[in-house]
Protein backbone atom coordinates (compact mmCIF):
# COMPACT_ATOMS: atom_id res chain seq x y z
CA UNK A 1 0.00 0.00 0.00
CA UNK A 2 1.39 3.64 -0.77
CA UNK A 3 2.18 5.76 2.10
CA UNK A 4 0.19 9.17 2.04
CA UNK A 5 1.66 12.04 1.58
CA UNK A 6 0.69 15.88 1.76
CA UNK A 7 0.31 17.70 -1.13
CA UNK A 8 -0.78 21.15 -2.42
CA UNK A 9 -3.02 21.59 -5.02
CA UNK A 10 -3.30 24.09 -7.16
CA UNK A 11 -6.14 24.77 -9.75
CA UNK A 12 -6.42 27.37 -11.51
CA UNK A 13 -10.29 28.46 -13.25
CA UNK A 14 -12.62 30.57 -14.26
CA UNK A 15 -14.44 32.21 -11.33
CA UNK A 16 -18.04 30.16 -11.70
CA UNK A 17 -20.78 29.63 -8.97
CA UNK A 18 -20.36 26.29 -7.62
CA UNK A 19 -16.80 25.09 -9.16
CA UNK A 20 -15.80 25.37 -5.35
CA UNK A 21 -18.83 22.90 -4.14
CA UNK A 22 -18.02 20.63 -7.25
CA UNK A 23 -14.22 20.27 -6.70
CA UNK A 24 -15.28 19.57 -2.78
CA UNK A 25 -17.24 17.25 -4.01
CA UNK A 26 -14.69 15.02 -5.70
CA UNK A 27 -12.52 14.56 -2.68
CA UNK A 28 -16.21 13.75 -0.41
CA UNK A 29 -16.89 11.34 -3.01
CA UNK A 30 -13.71 9.36 -2.43
CA UNK A 31 -14.37 9.74 1.61
CA UNK A 32 -10.64 12.27 1.36
CA UNK A 33 -10.79 14.82 3.78
CA UNK A 34 -9.18 18.53 2.83
CA UNK A 35 -7.14 19.77 5.80
CA UNK A 36 -7.32 23.42 3.99
CA UNK A 37 -8.76 25.17 1.11
CA UNK A 38 -8.06 28.99 0.17
CA UNK A 39 -9.68 30.81 -2.87
CA UNK A 40 -8.25 33.58 -4.33
CA UNK A 41 -7.29 35.53 -7.46
CA UNK A 42 -4.10 34.88 -9.34
CA UNK A 43 -1.50 36.09 -11.04
CA UNK A 44 -2.95 35.96 -14.56
CA UNK A 45 -5.83 38.35 -15.45
CA UNK A 46 -9.13 37.02 -14.53
CA UNK A 47 -8.11 33.74 -13.43
CA UNK A 48 -8.47 32.56 -10.09
CA UNK A 49 -6.84 30.13 -7.89
CA UNK A 50 -7.70 27.61 -5.44
CA UNK A 51 -5.38 26.09 -3.09
CA UNK A 52 -6.06 22.56 -1.23
CA UNK A 53 -3.98 21.05 1.25
CA UNK A 54 -4.69 17.48 1.52
CA UNK A 55 -2.78 13.77 2.62
CA UNK A 56 -3.42 11.10 0.51
CA UNK A 57 -1.41 8.96 -1.86
CA UNK A 58 0.52 9.69 -5.03
CA UNK A 59 -1.79 7.07 -6.88
CA UNK A 60 -4.77 9.05 -5.55
CA UNK A 61 -3.43 12.57 -6.11
CA UNK A 62 -3.06 11.92 -10.12
CA UNK A 63 -6.68 10.63 -9.74
CA UNK A 64 -8.28 13.35 -8.47
CA UNK A 65 -5.94 15.79 -10.41
CA UNK A 66 -7.81 13.93 -13.41
CA UNK A 67 -11.29 14.53 -12.12
CA UNK A 68 -10.83 18.19 -11.59
CA UNK A 69 -9.58 18.69 -14.60
CA UNK A 70 -12.81 16.98 -16.15
CA UNK A 71 -14.67 20.15 -14.62
CA UNK A 72 -15.71 22.72 -17.68
CA UNK A 73 -13.93 26.04 -15.74
CA UNK A 74 -10.95 24.69 -14.57
CA UNK A 75 -7.83 25.25 -16.95
CA UNK A 76 -5.53 23.92 -14.94
CA UNK A 77 -4.31 22.01 -12.12
CA UNK A 78 -1.45 20.88 -9.84
CA UNK A 79 0.31 19.13 -7.41
CA UNK A 80 2.78 19.58 -5.44
CA UNK A 81 5.12 17.64 -2.09
CA UNK A 82 5.92 20.00 1.02
CA UNK A 83 9.67 19.74 -0.32
CA UNK A 84 8.89 21.83 -3.46
CA UNK A 85 6.62 24.31 -2.00
CA UNK A 86 6.78 27.96 -0.22
CA UNK A 87 3.91 28.13 1.88
CA UNK A 88 2.28 29.69 4.94
CA UNK A 89 -1.19 30.14 7.09
CA UNK A 90 -1.97 33.11 8.99
CA UNK A 91 -4.11 33.69 11.69
CA UNK A 92 -5.79 36.23 14.18
CA UNK A 93 -6.29 36.06 17.63
CA UNK A 94 -8.98 37.62 19.77
CA UNK A 95 -7.71 38.47 23.31
CA UNK A 96 -8.67 40.39 26.47
CA UNK A 97 -7.30 43.97 26.73
CA UNK A 98 -6.55 43.49 30.32
CA UNK A 99 -3.76 40.60 29.30
CA UNK A 100 -1.67 43.75 27.96
CA UNK A 101 -1.87 45.52 31.09
CA UNK A 102 -1.79 43.22 33.92
CA UNK A 103 0.23 40.36 32.15
CA UNK A 104 4.37 40.88 30.83
CA UNK A 105 4.30 37.21 29.57
CA UNK A 106 1.85 38.55 26.75
CA UNK A 107 4.17 41.17 25.61
CA UNK A 108 7.22 38.55 25.33
CA UNK A 109 4.69 35.99 23.93
CA UNK A 110 4.46 38.25 21.09
CA UNK A 111 7.77 39.83 20.11
CA UNK A 112 8.85 35.95 20.47
CA UNK A 113 6.47 34.18 18.10
CA UNK A 114 6.82 37.34 15.52
CA UNK A 115 3.15 37.83 15.87
CA UNK A 116 1.99 41.42 15.70
CA UNK A 117 -1.22 43.64 17.44
CA UNK A 118 -3.15 45.42 14.77
CA UNK A 119 -5.90 46.31 16.85
CA UNK A 120 -6.35 47.54 19.96
CA UNK A 121 -9.34 48.73 22.41
CA UNK A 122 -10.29 48.88 26.03
CA UNK A 123 -11.88 45.42 25.89
CA UNK A 124 -9.90 43.42 23.50
CA UNK A 125 -6.83 43.52 21.20
CA UNK A 126 -6.53 41.63 18.25
CA UNK A 127 -3.41 39.59 17.45
CA UNK A 128 -1.99 38.17 13.56
CA UNK A 129 0.62 35.66 13.36
CA UNK A 130 1.50 34.14 9.91
CA UNK A 131 3.89 30.76 9.62
CA UNK A 132 3.88 27.58 9.32
CA UNK A 133 0.63 25.70 10.45
CA UNK A 134 2.77 24.09 13.48
CA UNK A 135 3.75 27.85 14.42
CA UNK A 136 0.22 28.73 14.48
CA UNK A 137 -1.16 25.54 16.19
CA UNK A 138 2.12 26.32 18.99
CA UNK A 139 0.80 30.27 19.57
CA UNK A 140 -3.01 28.98 19.87
CA UNK A 141 -1.54 26.57 23.16
CA UNK A 142 0.44 28.95 24.64
CA UNK A 143 -2.42 31.79 24.51
CA UNK A 144 -5.33 29.15 24.91
CA UNK A 145 -4.26 29.52 28.58
CA UNK A 146 -4.54 33.04 28.66
CA UNK A 147 -7.93 32.74 27.10
CA UNK A 148 -8.80 33.09 23.51
CA UNK A 149 -11.86 35.36 22.68
CA UNK A 150 -12.16 34.59 19.31
CA UNK A 151 -9.68 32.43 16.88
CA UNK A 152 -9.71 31.81 13.26
CA UNK A 153 -7.09 30.13 10.96
CA UNK A 154 -6.29 30.69 7.05
CA UNK A 155 -6.29 27.74 4.51
CA UNK A 156 -2.64 27.09 3.12
CA UNK A 157 -1.19 30.21 0.33
CA UNK A 158 1.24 28.31 -1.48
CA UNK A 159 3.98 29.02 -4.28
CA UNK A 160 5.80 26.61 -5.65
CA UNK A 161 9.62 26.90 -5.53
CA UNK A 162 9.86 25.96 -9.74
CA UNK A 163 8.01 27.94 -12.20
CA UNK A 164 4.47 27.68 -13.13
CA UNK A 165 3.93 27.24 -16.36
CA UNK A 166 0.41 28.20 -16.84
CA UNK A 167 1.20 31.55 -17.35
CA UNK A 168 2.80 30.73 -20.77
CA UNK A 169 0.63 28.44 -21.43
CA UNK A 170 -2.26 30.65 -21.73
CA UNK A 171 -0.28 33.68 -23.67
Same mark, same amino acid.
Given at each position: ?????????? +? #?? *?????? $? &????? @???????? /???????????????????????????????????????????????????? +? #?? *?????? $? &????? @???????? /????????????????????????????????????????????????????????????? $??
Amino acid at each position: MSTKNTYTVS +I #YT *ENNVGL $L &NRISA @IFQRRHMN /IESINSSKSEIKNVSRITILVKITEDQMKKIIGQIEKQVEVIKAFYHSEEET +I #YQ *ESCLFK $L &NSDLL @IENDEIQM /IINQSKSRVININKDFFVLEKSGSKEEVEELYQILKKHGIMQFVRSGRIAITKEEMKISKM $LD
